[in-house]
């Protein structure tokens, strides 16, 4: 029954030991006098040599079931096999000696009967003696132990009585009790096996439920609390300090480019990570009052401060301990975090509201790549106008509210148009028409810049598919995809997915990566950025000059074409100094094999200088400003 319910290894092993002891008292019963001094005919050798197997082998299976019980690891195959045949062949020759000397008879008896008995008495000594070191003993392993000891007594006594008073009469009747002995010190074996199945599945549930209501209160994977219970921790601290007279700091923690993490170096890799970086916060010097895992990559770090140098200092060591490197599988893993924090009760009185606005302070310090912010009243502010964004933004995609302009761009080699950079508007139903700086910022840090690069460069494709199936004419489109985009390695089978639907040829489609936008992996983006040129599609990059990589861009990334931010165009035809930049961003451009286009090109005579310097193509106002679509199809009708 116990082994149909449970499916214990032990319970096979004390099951299989029973059913042999139980299966030779019978054979005895059936046979009491198998046990004499000689035998007459070989083939009577037989059942005492299997009885003795018997015994032997319920007594190693006996063994066995408290060894699994105890270290849950099973009987090595080769080892059973090996302890069998040594059983087998230790039997049939004590059985054998002396069998048919009847000048040999106490030789015989003392190997069949006075040495087995010894034998056993060892067994059970051994195995009274490991429970007895156990570490981890029981009430039934207890008693096993106590059991064992007497069992042992037994064999030893009767061992050593067998040799000396085998010839008392006495010696029979002593015999003949051993027999009821044994008869009920194996029932009182199974009963004591019996209670230790029962302790052992009773221990087990107690286990289980000990385990749902740790992981009730603690996050599976880190064993730091999760979000109810370090929430509810929080409101307990919270009460404490405020009868101290202290402060609290709530940090939430958010680890960068996880996702890039994962999809690296594996999801066992990312977990190994967070249970670590659980480890390193629950171990901190500054004594944390609570840490625990909100979500994903995201984790909770309650201090309580006196003074706000005590929260600097804190605030580098949380960075310091993630920054620390970690080492899994032989690899040297480096992480970095974003950290936003707050303060009770400065900031609020309820645990909800402390973690609202800690999060507040993450978002400042996530969307602006800073390492730490604290919260200010600003904040909450700007949050609600961020959610009211959010759901604008997203009901003005759905509804198809933004449209395109175009701003043409002039060829200075051939005088013609070489292609159009499509160029954002919001057409707002209450506010009217919005330019991207009404709203580019707002998508950024509602992280929705993805999506909406897609379906701008969706909408471009779908409209340069339409003039060619009208006017049988096509036209190079540049859009712009922020820089991190490229780090997505679904970008590539999503902009073909794009090309294909809309049957548009790949080369006249030109990609500009705004260059003020870091890259967090130039690796990642330069092999993008290749696939993408297999593909036929052009690369450039957009506001050269203006970051701090410039030369690091111009130098790592593969790209096709750099455009000239308008800030160096403005006064290149009166000032000496943009006049210099200019020429070398040029040249060093075209020294590597890249194309040219100038922006914010306003006046005849910065165009004239720009055609001296060798500028590849120029656009700006003078050339046109940006075009609807309809002003810019009439580029495309024939003349009459």
């Not at 540049?478 to 820089?483: K, P, R, Y």
Request: glycine content about 4%; proline content about 3%.
């Amino acid at each position: 029954m116990y082994l149909r319910t449970f499916s214990r290894q032990y319970t096979k092993y004390w099951l299989v030991s029973l059913l042999i002891i139980t299966a030779s008292y019978g054979v005895r019963i059936v046979a009491p006098n198998i046990q004499s001094f000689t035998v007459a005919n070989s083939h009577l050798l037989t059942l005492p040599t299997l009885l003795m197997i018997a015994n032997y082998t319920a007594l190693l299976y006996l063994v066995a079931g408290v060894y699994n019980a105890k270290t849950n690891v099973k009987l090595a195959k080769p080892i059973a096999v090996i302890t069998f045949s040594s059983i087998v062949v230790f039997s049939i020759i004590t059985n054998s000696f002396f069998a048919f000397d009847n000048e040999n008879t106490f030789n015989h008896f003392y190997l069949t009967v006075s040495l087995p008995n010894f034998v056993s008495s060892g067994c059970f000594f051994a195995l009274s003696f490991y429970l007895f070191v156990d570490k981890k003993p029981h009430f039934s392993s207890n008693v096993l132990m106590y059991f064992s000891f007497i069992l042992g007594l037994r064999y030893l006594f009767y061992s050593f009585v067998s040799i000396l008073a085998i010839t008392e009469p006495w010696f029979k009747q002593l015999t003949f009790a051993i027999k009821y002995f044994d008869v009920g010190a194996t029932t009182i074996l199974g009963f004591i096996l019996l209670v230790w199945m029962q302790g052992a599945e009773r221990f087990a549930a107690l286990n289980a439920i000990s385990r749902a209501q740790y992981l009730g209160k603690h996050d599976s994977l880190t064993g730091a609390l999760n979000r109810e219970q370090v929430m509810a921790r929080l409101s307990e601290v919270m009460v404490n300090t405020k009868n101290s007279n202290n402060s609290l700091a709530i940090f939430l923690i958010d680890i960068k480019q996880f996702k890039f993490i994962n999809d690296t170096y594996g999801l066992k890799v990312g977990d190994y990570l967070l249970g670590e970086i659980a480890n390193r916060l629950n171990n901190s010097v500054f004594l944390p009052q609570a840490v625990g895992r909100l979500s994903g990559d995201s984790f909770m770090f309650v201090l309580e401060f006196e003074h706000m140098s005590h929260v600097e200092r804190a605030v580098s060591h949380i960075h310091e301990m993630i920054n620390k490197p970690f080492y899994c599988n032989q690899q040297e893993i480096h992480i970095q975090a974003s950290l936003g924090f707050c303060f009770y009760p400065e900031h609020a009185n309820k645990a909800e509201d402390l973690l609202q606005k800690a999060n507040l302070a993450l978002h400042h310090a996530e969307t602006n790549n800073l390492p730490s912010v604290a919260f200010q009243e600003g904040m909450q502010a700007h949050g609600r106008h961020l959610l009211i964004m959010e759901k604008q933004l997203k009901n003005a995609i759905a509804n198809d509210e933004f449209i395109l302009y175009f701003q043409p761009q002039l060829n200075l080699l051939t005088n013609k148009l070489e292609g159009v950079e499509a160029l954002v508007r919001w057409q707002h139903p209450e506010k009217g028409l919005l330019l991207p700086v009404d709203f580019l910022a707002d998508l950024e840090e509602l992280g929705m810049h993805n999506h909406f690069d897609q379906y701008i460069l969706a909408k471009a494709c779908q409209l340069h598919a339409n003039w060619y199936e009208k006017y049988h004419r096509r036209v190079a489109i540049a859009v712009n995809i922020t820089a991190i985009e490229f780090q997505d390695e679904k970008i590539v089978s999503s902009i073909q997915a794009i090309l294909t639907e809309h049957q548009i040829p790949p080369k006249y489609i030109e990609l500009e990566i705004t260059e003020n936008v870091v890259m967090t992996d130039i690796t990642q983006g330069m092999e993008t950025i290749v696939k993408l040129q297999n593909m036929g599609i052009k690369v450039s990059i957009d506001d050269f000059g203006t970051g701090y990589s410039s030369l690091s861009y111009l130098r790592e990334l593969p790209i096709d074409k750099i455009k000239i931010d308008r800030s160096f165009i403005n006064e290149v035809a009166s000032n000496d100094s943009d006049l210099t930049i200019v020429k070398s961003m040029v040249e060093l451009s075209h020294g590597l094999g890249k194309r040219v286009l100038a922006e914010g090109v306003e006046t005849e005579e910065q165009l004239n200088v720009l055609r001296h310097l060798g500028c590849d193509a120029v656009q700006g106002y003078f050339i046109s400003k940006p075009l609807p679509e309809k002003k810019l199809l009439a580029y495309f009708k024939p003349k009459s």
